[in-house]
């Protein structure tokens, strides 16, 4: 193999690696993000605060309140 063959595989094995290691970063996030809001929602705070605490949209943490709503049920 030639020295640029090479390289163009470990390029896309590096490319690979990466998409994958940001895929488990991104979900560990929404995990963590969800069971944050789960918490203080579970202590009687509403959307609002919890979405100017976090500094997300109104709507994500609403829809992430209904997703803990109906599980709940």
Excluded: Q, Y
Aim: proline content about 1%; overall charge positive; charged content about 25%.
């Amino acid at each position: 193999m030639t020295s640029n063959e090479l390289i163009i595989i470990f390029t896309k094995v590096s490319t690979t690696v990466n998409n994958i290691a940001m895929t488990a970063v991104e979900e560990i996030t929404e995990n963590l993000t969800f069971n944050h809001i789960r918490g203080l929602w579970e202590k009687g705070l509403d959307a609002n605060f919890i979405a100017d605490a976090f500094k997300l949209p109104v709507k994500k943490v609403e829809a992430i309140i209904k997703r803990l709503k109906s599980s709940s049920n």
